[in-house]
């Protein structure tokens, strides 16, 4: 079998600038591979380097937009491929620390919260020292819990199907969940470190033991109940309706409206 080629006649010499498609159509050579279906069956663009077709809908985009962190096919296989698919902890050295530490965290600060609260303490600085020490460890076991709940969602509850489902999970309730978790403990922790390191280097002149001024306690329990507020605060923020302008970059609409691709930038 042979091929057959097309040439058409300009001003006495013959030129091949005909492009002959799947369908035995014929469109000229500047219609091939400009991202456009000109055939009818998309042979005008298979084989071409320049662009990349998705898998659903069968239309081209351009290849700088593959992989490129934004999705422009509707079924988001410009992203979730073989080559520049996503997850929540993004490499293996992130899931195996995250499992690792959070594992480890709640373990240990759950043994240092159960001693603290057995142990007695022998005067009134001494328990204001545990006190503080139990804030600390109780913001610590809830960064642990935190890492233990992503590491769990990134390996077992989504798994690899987080790619596809990715605006989903960072609009969703159990996203924002875990970010109030992890700013609550992480906040918890900073703060009552920060005030167990000023306590101890005033009270050093008091080491002996004295009991704390009524005034004291009255201080320390504003303290205690500031860390804990502050905390909260802080990480409830994010969720306020009048201030969630200033912390969501990115609206997430359906797949089955067809209007816009997976996540719309608010601007």
């Not at 328990?127 to 139990?134: A, P, Q």
Request: aromatic residues 10%.
């Amino acid at each position: 079998s042979g091929t057959l080629t097309f040439v058409t006649k300009h001003r006495g010499e013959f030129h091949n600038d005909l492009f002959e498609c799947s369908n035995m159509r014929c469109i000229s050579y500047d219609k091939v591979c400009d991202l456009v279906n000109d055939c009818g069956d998309y042979s005008d663009e298979y084989g071409c380097v320049n662009n990349f077709q998705c898998n659903e809908t069968q239309h081209f985009i351009n290849i700088d937009k593959k992989c490129d962190g934004e999705f422009d096919c509707n079924d988001y296989s410009d992203e979730c491929n073989e080559e520049c698919s996503s997850a929540i902890l993004s490499s293996w050295t992130l899931k195996i620390s995250a499992w690792i530490m959070g594992v480890l965290a709640v373990s240990f600060n759950t043994s240092v919260l159960l001693r603290l609260v057995k142990n007695p303490t022998a005067n009134s600085f001494a328990r204001v020292n545990k006190i503080l020490r139990i804030l600390v460890s109780t913001g610590d076991l809830l960064t642990g819990i935190y890492l233990v709940i992503i590491s769990a969602f990134d390996t077992v509850v989504i798994g690899n199907h987080y790619c596809k489902r990715q605006m989903e999970w960072l609009s969703g309730s159990y996203c924002a969940a875990l970010g109030v978790f992890s700013t609550l403990g992480a906040n918890i922790s900073l703060y009552s470190m920060m005030c167990l390191s000023i306590f101890r280097v005033t009270s050093l002149q008091n080491i002996s033991g004295d009991k704390l001024e009524k005034y004291e306690k009255i201080a320390l329990t504003f303290i205690i109940i500031l860390v804990v507020f502050l905390s909260a605060g802080l990480a409830l923020t994010p969720l306020a309706d009048s201030l969630k302008d200033f912390f969501v970059n990115g609206l997430s609409y359906s797949r089955d409206m067809n209007l816009f691709h997976a996540a719309v930038s608010k601007q």
